[in-house]
């Protein structure tokens, strides 16, 4: 299994920051900036979170500048086979554009045209509605990838 973070963080306009992925997995599609955890450092999702947003975004945080919302697994996801995703959110807002990298290159996009996006498909049908529409509670959400369609179960948290 692969333990990751996705990070959401959002400009003072309200946009959240994604990254069109120039690699596997989601080549072409918009998603959070994040990545894989340490594993072998025994890194924890909060310190990872810390890294990535330094490694991708430039934002210099530390654990307290990231908010819990939820966790995804996600079974069977393409390209990459069993995931578990910490997802956090910034606790500020970040009005820079980080410059494209040799992951992909960045925008925002409201948070209105995120489900119109170019997004992967697990994401549109069920992360980013658990991610808008959770009023701040925790979430843990199971996604079956390899049933078609996609089945979800909704472990706690809504």
Known sequence: MVFATLLYI???????LLLER?????????????????IH??????QCAVREAN???GIVSKETDWHLKGIITE?????????????????HEFDILPPSFNEGK????EEKDILNSN??????????KFVLDNAGKFFSVYID???SPYECTVESGV
């Open 10 to 16: 959002k400009n003072p306009q309200g946009g959240y």
């Open 22 to 38: 120039l690699n596997e997995p989601n080549k072409g599609l918009l998603s959070p900036p994040g990545g894989k955890l340490h």
């Open 41 to 46: 450092d025994a890194e924890s999702p909060y």
């Open 55 to 57: 490694e991708e975004c």
């Open 75 to 91: 079974k069977n996801y393409p390209k990459i086979g069993n995931i578990m995703l910490f997802l956090f959110e910034y606790k």
């Open 106 to 109: 960045f925008s925002y996009i």
């Open 119 to 128: 997004i992967p498909e697990s994401d549109k049908l069920y992360i980013w």
């Open 145 to 147: 990838c390899g049933k």
